[in-house]
C-alpha cells in the first residue's frame, strides 16, 4: 500500500516540487481514465467532445455551478482527508462512510436540539460533537488493530453497515427521546444558530468548503510540522524504524483513526449542517469515493484538496452531462473505478520495474561490477 | 514415485561435482572460483564462516541462482538447472534452513505436494499416508504422517523436510545449517538419520560453521573463505585446529591505526543478562561484562548465537528476563529507547534499511529520528524542520555524507552515505556509549575504513564502544577487549593481542574453554 | 398459525441465504488461494444486471444466467490481473471493481432501456417449488462441491498451498499464479450466479444497488466461518436466519429489535476477527506474493 504513498517534504520549496510531481503523475491516471470513458462513451454511440463539453460547463457554466461544484467538493476533501491521514500511519481506511453517517446523525441530533444558544457557540459546538464522534467510531478499528491485530479493512467494512443500522435505528425508533421525524426518516430540522451559513446568495454554497480547506491546512500542519506528525509518518513507512526511535506502535495508530474519523465526521456534519439541514437516512456514498480522492490526491492534504474538487467537477458536471449529450451520468461512477484502477497499475509499474531489475541482477549481475570480496549480500537477494 | 536411495559401496564415482563456480551479486563476489568434489554415499561437510559464500554456493547448486561461470557436474553429467524442479528431478533435495513447510498442512500434504501423483483429480489421503508412513519407516524417520506440521516440534518438522526430498527421489540431500534451530536431542536424532541415509547409499552435503558438527558427522570436510575454496579434508585426518585455522584464515588483514587504549571507569554494565528469544527458549544465557570509557569491547561470535536478543535487550527493543543492564551506574533494565537514548546510549543498528532509517524520508528527517521530541528540534509539540536542516547540513559536511540536499529521500544514497548519515546522528547527542552492531555490513572498502576510523575516534573521546560483528577481522582489527558468544553465553574473554585467531575460531565454534555440548535455539 | 409460519420461514431462510451462499463460496475459494476479495458486492451486481440484459434479448433465463456469470467473470478477470500479474494494492482493485459493479449496469441501463431505476420486466429462471428458485439447491449443492475440491482433490492441495503459503507451493513447482487466477475467476462466476439470482431467480428484473450490501455480508460470511466452506454456510444460514426471522416477525408482530437482527453479520463477524469468541485464522500467504518484491 505504501507504494501509492509519495515522499513528503519538510521545506517549502521541496513541497512545491513535490506537488508539480504528484499532479503530474496523478493527472497521468486521470487522464487515462477520461481516455477510457470517451472510448465508452464513443462506444455507446454518442460524441466524447459534446458530453465532456457538457460535463465542463456543468461544473464551471455559471455561478450556480461553480458553486454546486465546491458543494460536492466539500465532503470529498474531507472524505479524502480522513482517508490519507490513516494512509500515512499505514492503515487503509474503508470505513469513511460509516464516520461521515456517525458525525452526520450527531451533528442533526445536537443541532436540532432546542439549546438557545447564539449561533457563535451553538455551530462550533455542533461541529465539535460531530467531529468528536467520528472521530471515536473512527478509533475503534485503531483499538482493536492494536489490541489483537485484526485487519482494519474488514473491521471499518463492518463498522460501515453497524453505522448505517445504527442510523436507520435511530431515525425511525427513538422518537420518544431524540428529535427525529420517523415519517421523514430523518432527523427534525437543525436550528439556524446551528446551520453553517451560506457563503453565496441564491445558491447552496455553503460554509462547509471553508471547513474543508481549513482541514486540510490543520492536516498538513499537524502531518509534517508536528511531533505527532512525525510519529505517525514514521509509524506508517517503517514499523521497525518506529520501534527504534521508541515510538508506540497501537497509540500512534489509534490516534490516527481518531483524527480520520474526525475528518470523516466533519464531512457528514457539512452536509447535515450546512446542505441538507438535517440528517437524512439514505447514506450518500462520499466514503468510497473518499478513497479514490486520497489515492489520486497522493494522500497529501495539499493532493486532496485538488483531486476532491476534481471529483466535485465530476459529480456536479455529471448532471448536466446526461441532460444535454444525453450521457448517463453513472458514468464518473465508471469513471472512479477506472481512475482507481490506472493509479493503482501506475503505483505497481514502479515496483514491478524495480522487481524486475533486482531479479535479473540476481540472476545474472554484469561482469565487473564487484569491489569487494567474500561478503555475501546483506539480504538474500530475490529468488 | 518415491525411489529410494540405491545402495552402493563405491565411494569413488563422484555424485556431485563443482568447477571453478563464480557468483557475483551487485557490489560483491559471493562465489570466485569455488570447487567442490562431493563422493557417492558420504557426508560431506562444507564449512565456512558467515558470508564465506556456503548458502550462495548451494542455492546455485539447486538451481535457485545461475552461476556466472563454472561447471557443475551430477553423477558424471554436466547440468544446467533452471529452476528447483530441475534440480529435483536430477536427484538433488535441499532442506532449507527456513522450512518451505506449510504449517496447516499434515505431514503427508506437505511431503506431497506438487507431486501428487497422476491420474485422477482425487487425492488418496489413506494411500498417500501409507506411502508416506513406510518411507518414513523404511530411513527410520519417526514422524506421524497424519500429524499436523504447526503442532510438531522443529526437529520434527526438520524430518518431514528430509522426507519429502526423499519422496520426491532425491539421491543427494543438502541440509542448510540444519542444526541451527534444534535442541542437542535433536541434533543426536538428525546425526542418526544421516547415518542411516547414508547406509542406504545417500550422498549428504552438510552446510554448517560448526567444527564440533564437522567432526561428529561428516566423512570429509571442504572449507570455503571469502567466497574461495581452501581445502579439502579427509574428517579423520584432520584437526579442530586445522580446521579453524582455514577457517579464519591466518593472513594479517590491513590494520587500522590504533593508540593503546586508556580505559577509565565502566560506563556499560550488563549483569547476569537472561533474555528470551523467539519460542521462549533463552537466547542470551546468564551473560555478564562491561564497557569502560576509553575502550571497544568487540563481541564476535557466528550469527544466531544470541547476539540479536542481546543487542535488542540493551537497545530497549526486548525486554530482558532477568539480570540488570546499568549506563553510567543507573540501572536501566527494561527502559525504552527514548530513555536510553537520553540516559547516554547511541545505538547504530544492524539493519539500516529497516531500523536504522526510514528510507522514502528525507535526510532531515532521518537525522529527527529518536531526537524528535527533544530540543532542539522540538518545541511545544511542533518541529523545527529549520533547525533539523541546519543540523542535517553540518553532519553532511562533517562527515562527508554525499548527497545533492537534506532533502533527497535516504532511499537515493548509497549504503556507505546511509550509514555515515545514521553515525552522524547517532553521535549528535555526545552518547556515553556507543553501541555498533555490523556497522560496516555490505559497506565499500572506502565506507568500512571511515567506519572504523570513526569507532576509534569516538574511543578516543572517551565514549565506551560495544561493538558487534560477525566478522573475526573487525572484531580482532578494532578491540580492546574480545569477548565470544556462543549458545547465548560469553564462552571467552580476550585482551586484544593476547590470543590467537585459532584460538577465537575454536571459541567461536563451540570448541575449548568452557564450551557446553550441543546446539540450541538461539535465532 | 404454527406450521405454516415455519415453513415459511424456512422458504425465507432459503431465499435469503442462496445468493449470499454463492457469492461466499466464490469469496471463499478467492481467498483460500490467497487473493483478497472485497469487490463480491461489484461482481454480484454486474451478474444481476447482465443476467437481465442477457435474458431480455436472447429470450432465455438460462443464457441469461450464462451472460451474467460471464459478466462478473470479465469483472473477476481484471481483479485478477490487478492483484496477481501487476502485483496491485489488492484492496485498492477490489474498490475500484466494486465502484465499477455499481456504475456499469446503471450506465448501461440507461444506455440500453433509457431508465435509470430499473429494468423492464424479463423471464424467470424456473422455480421448483412455490417461492424456491431452482438455484436455490444449485447453492446448498455447491456447498459439498467447494468443500471436495479444497479438501479431497489434488488442485485442492495446490490451491491451500497456494494460499496458506505460496513461497513454498513454488519451491515444489507449482504455479501460484495459475490456481490464483483459476480461484479469482471461479469466485467472479459464482458471485454474479448469487447476483442472477437475485434479479432473475427471485425476482424479474435489475434494480440499481439491487444487492445492498449482500457482497459485503458474503465476504462476512466467509471470515466468520473462519474460511471454510462447512462453517461458510453455518454463517449463512446465521446471518440469513437473523434476516428472515426479522421480516417474518415484523410480519407477524412480534416484539424484536428489528435492527439489532439485522446488524447481527457485522457484530458477530467485529467479534469473531478480534478473535473474542474464538480463534479466527485467515489464510497465512493471503495477499502475499510468492516472490518477495
Request: with cysteine; proline share 5%; net charge neutral.
Amino acid at each position: 500500500m505504501s507504494a501509492v504513498a509519495d515522499r513528503p517534504r519538510t521545506n517549502s520549496s521541496g513541497w512545491l516540487r513535490h506537488l508539480g510531481l504528484t499532479v503530474v503523475s496523478s493527472a497521468g491516471a486521470v487522464a487515462v481514465a477520461l481516455l477510457l470513458g470517451a472510448l465508452v462513451i464513443l462506444a455507446s454511440g454518442q460524441d466524447p467532445v459534446t458530453a465532456y463539453r457538457a460535463l465542463l460547463s456543468g461544473a464551471f457554466g455559471d455561478r450556480r455551478s461553480i458553486a454546486e461544484t465546491l458543494v460536492a467538493a466539500a465532503p470529498y476533501v474531507l472524505g479524502g482527508l480522513a482517508f490519507a491521514v490513516a494512509f500515512r500511519a499505514g492503515l487503509f481506511n474503508i470505513g469513511i462512510e460509516g464516520q461521515i453517517v456517525i458525525g452526520g446523525l450527531a451533528a442533526g441530533l445536537i443541532g436540532a436540539a432546542d439549546l438557545g444558544l447564539p449561533p457563535v457557540l451553538f455551530l462550533p459546538l455542533a461541529l465539535l460533537v460531530a467531529a468528536l464522534a467520528g472521530g471515536l467510531w473512527g478509533a475503534i478499528p485503531g483499538v482493536l488493530k492494536s489490541l489483537s491485530g485484526a485487519h482494519e479493512v474488514i473491521t471499518t467494512i463492518m463498522l460501515n453497515y453497524l453505522a448505517f443500522r445504527l442510523l436507520t435505528y435511530v431515525l425511525t425508533k427513538t422518537e420518544s427521546w431524540l428529535p427525529v421525524n420517523p415519517q421523514l426518516q430523518a432527523t427534525e430540522p437543525v436550528q439556524p444558530a446551528a446551520r453553517l451559513p451560506i457563503l453565496l446568495e441564491r445558491t447552496r454554497l455553503h460554509a462547509g468548503v471553508i471547513v474543508a480547506v481549513l482541514a486540510a491546512l490543520a492536516l498538513w500542519f499537524l502531518l509534517y510540522r508536528t511531533t505527532w506528525g512525525y510519529r505517525l509518518r514514521t509509524v506508517g513507512y517503517s514499523r521497525g524504524a518506529a520501534a527504534f526511535a521508541g515510538f508506540s506502535w497501537g497509540r500512534v495508530v489509534t490516534g490516527a483513526m481518531f483524527v480520520s474519523g474526525v475528518l470523516g465526521g466533519l464531512a457528514g456534519a457539512g452536509e447535515t449542517l450546512g446542505l441538507h439541514g438535517r440528517q437524512i437516512s439514505a447514506p450518500q456514498g462520499y466514503g468510497f469515493t473518499a478513497i479514490a480522492v486520497g489515492l489520486v490526491g497522493r494522500n497529501h492534504p495539499i493532493g486532496v484538496v485538488l483531486s476532491g474538487f476534481l471529483f466535485g467537477v465530476l459529480r456536479s458536471g455529471a448532471t448536466k452531462m446526461q441532460n444535454t449529450a444525453g450521457t448517463s451520468k453513472e458514468l464518473v461512477l465508471v469513471l472512479q473505478g477506472v481512475i482507481i484502477l490506472s493509479v493503482a497499475a501506475f503505483a505497481s509499474a514502479g515496483r514491478l520495474r524495480a522487481w524486475w531489475a533486482r531479479r535479473a541482477q540476481a540472476r545474472q549481475a554484469p561482469l565487473g561490477e564487484a569491489t569487494t570480496i567474500g561478503v555475501e549480500p546483506g539480504s538474500t537477494p530475490p529468488v | 514415485m518415491p525411489r529410494a536411495m540405491t545402495v552402493s559401496d563405491d565411494a569413488a564415482p563422484l555424485a556431485v561435482e563443482m568447477r571453478g563456480i563464480v557468483k557475483r551479486f551487485p557490489g560483491v563476489v559471493a562465489n570466485d572460483g569455488v570447487n567442490l568434489a562431493v563422493r557417492r554415499g558420504e557426508i560431506h561437510a562444507l564449512l565456512g564462516e558467515n558470508g564465506a559464500g556456503k548458502t550462495t554456493l548451494m542455492n546455485i547448486l539447486f538451481g535457485l541462482y545461475h552461476q556466472d561461470a563454472g561447471e557443475i557436474r551430477i553423477e558424471g553429467r554436466p547440468v544446467r538447472f533452471q529452476s528447483p524442479r530441475d534440480a529435483v528431478q536430477a536427484g538433488l533435495g535441499m532442506v532449507h534452513q527456513h522450512f518451505m513447510l506449510v504449517d496447516r498442512f499434515t505431514v503427508t500434504e506437505n511431503v506431497i505436494l506438487g507431486f501428487e501423483g497422476t491420474g485422477t483429480l482425487r487425492l488418496d489421503r489413506d494411500a498417500a499416508e501409507r506411502r508416506v508412513g513406510e518411507l518414513a519407516e523404511s530411513f527410520g524417520l519417526r514422524v506421524d504422517p497424519r500429524a499436523r506440521v504447526e503442532d510438531l516440534p522443529v526437529g520434527m518438522q526438520q524430518r518431514v523436510e528430509i522426507l519429502r526430498a526423499l519422496y520426491q527421489g532425491s539421491r543427494i540431500l543438502i541440509l542448510d545449517e540444519p542444526t541451527a534451530l534444534l535442541t542437542p536431542q535433536e541434533v543426536e536424532e538428525l546425526y542418526q538419520t544421516l547415518e542411516r541415509l547414508r547406509a542406504a547409499g545417500g550422498t549428504i552435503i552438510f552446510i554448517t560453521h560448526k567444527l564440533r558438527e564437522v567432526a561428529a558427522i561428516s566423512d570429509r570436510v571442504t572449507v570455503i573463505r571469502r567466497g574461495k575454496t581452501v581445502g579439502t579434508r579427509v574428517t579423520a585426518e584432520t584437526t579442530p585446529s586445522e580446521l579453524a585455522e582455514l577457517m579464519v584464515g591466518r593472513e594479517v588483514s590491513l590494520r587500522v591505526d590504533r593508540p593503546p587504549a586508556h580505559p577509565g571507569e565502566p560506563v556499560l554494565a550488563v549483569e547476569n543478562l537472561v533474555v528470551r528469544g523467539r519460542g521462549g527458549v533463552p537466547a542470551v544465557n546468564d551473560v555478564s561484562f562491561s564497557v569502560r570509557r576509553g575502550e571497544i569491547v568487540g563481541l564476535c561470535g557466528v550469527e544466531g548465537n544470541g547476539q540479536t536478543e542481546l543487542v535488542e535487550a540493551l537497545a530497549g527493543l526486548r525486554a530482558p528476563e532477568s539480570g540488570r543492564v546499568m549506563l553510567k551506574g543507573r540501572d536501566l533494565t527494561g527502559a525504552d529507547p527514548r530513555t536510553l537514548r537520553r540516559a547516554g546510549l547511541a545505538y547504530i543498528p544492524e539493519d539500516r534499511h529497516h531500523r536504522g532509517l526510514v528510507l522514502p524520508f528525507s535526510l532531515t528527517e532521518n537525522v529527527l529520528l529518536g531526537t524528535s521530541e527533544d530540543p532542539p528540534f522540538s518545541r511545544w509539540g511542533c518541529i523545527d524542520y529549520g533547525a533539523a536542516e541546519e543540523t542535517c547540513e553540518r553532519l553532511m559536511r562533517e562527515f562527508d555524507v554525499r548527497a545533492p540536499s537534506p532533502d533527497v529521500p535516504a532511499a537515493a544514497l548509497s549504503g556507505g552515505n546511509q550509514q555515515k548519515l545514521i553515525i552522524a546522528r547517532e553521535l549528535l547527542r555526545e552518547p556515553d556509549v556507543l553501541l555498533a552492531v555490523q556497522p560496516t555490513r555490505g559497506l565499500d572498502v572506502g565506507a568500512i575504513e571511515f567506519v572504523h576510523r570513526e569507532l576509534i575516534e569516538q574511543r578516543e573521546r572517551g565514549r565506551g564502544v560495544f561493538l558487534v560483528s560477525f566478522d573475526l577481522d573487525e572484531i580482532l582489527d578494532l578491540s580492546d577487549r574480545i569477548l565470544v558468544i556462543y549458545q547465548g553465553r560469553i564462552v571467552g574473554e580476550f585482551v586484544s593481542g593476547q590470543v590467537s585467531r585459532t584460538e577465537i575460531g575454536l571459541r567461536m565454534g563451540g570448541r575449548g574453554g568452557d564450551e557446553r555440548g550441543g546446539g540450541q535455539a538461539a535465532d | 398459525m404454527g406450521d405454516f409460519f415455519t415453513v415459511e420461514l424456512l422458504t425465507a431462510v432459503l431465499r435469503t441465504a442462496t445468493p449470499l451462499l454463492f457469492a461466499a463460496l466464490g469469496g471463499l475459494l478467492s481467498e483460500r488461494s490467497g487473493v483478497m476479495n472485497i469487490a463480491l458486492e461489484g461482481f454480484m451486481l454486474l451478474g444481476a444486471f447482465t443476467a437481465v440484459a442477457g435474458t431480455y434479448y436472447l429470450h432465455d433465463p438460462f443464457l441469461g444466467l450464462l451472460c451474467g456469470a460471464l459478466a462478473a467473470a470479465a469483472g473477476a478477470a481484471i481483479h485478477a490481473v490487478w492483484c496477481i500479474s501487476l502485483r496491485a494494492d489488492q484492496i485498492v482493485a477490489g474498490i475500484a471493481l466494486n465502484l465499477l459493479g455499481a456504475g456499469i449496469p446503471i450506465f448501461l441501463m440507461q444506455r440500453l432501456w433509457e431508465q435509470a431505476g430499473r429494468t423492464p420486466s424479463v423471464e424467470k429462471l424456473p422455480m421448483i417449488a412455490s417461492g424456491v428458485s431452482i438455484l436455490v439447491p444449485v447453492a446448498f449443492l455447491l456447498v459439498p462441491v467447494v468443500w471436495y475440491l479444497l479438501e479431497r482433490t489434488k488442485p485442492g492441495l495446490r490451491i491451500q498451498a497456494a494460499g496458506e503459503h505460496p513461497q513454498a507451493a513454488e519451491s515444489v513447482g507449482i504455479r501460484v499464479s495459475g490456481y490464483r487466477y483459476a480461484c479469482v475467476i471461479a469466485s467472479g462466476v459464482l458471485a454474479g450466479i448469487g447476483g442472477a439470482f437475485l434479479s432473475i431467480g427471485d425476482l424479474s428484473l435489475f434494480t440499481r444497488d439491487m444487492t445492498q450490501g449482500r457482497g459485503f455480508i458474503a465476504l462476512a460470511a466467509v471470515i466468520f466461518g473462519n474460511w471454510n466452506p462447512l462453517g461458510t454456510l453455518a454463517a449463512t444460514l446465521l446471518f440469513a436466519g437473523a434476516q428472515a426471522f426479522q421480516v417474518q416477525a415484523q410480519a407477524a408482530g412480534v416484539g424484536i429489535s428489528a435492527d439489532l437482527l439485522l446488524a447481527l453479520p457485522y457484530l458477530l463477524t467485529l467479534i469473531a476477527i478480534t478473535g473474542l469468541v474464538r480463534h479466527s485464522r485467515p489464510p497465512a500467504g493471503l495477499g502475499r506474493h510468492p516472490t518477495v518484491d
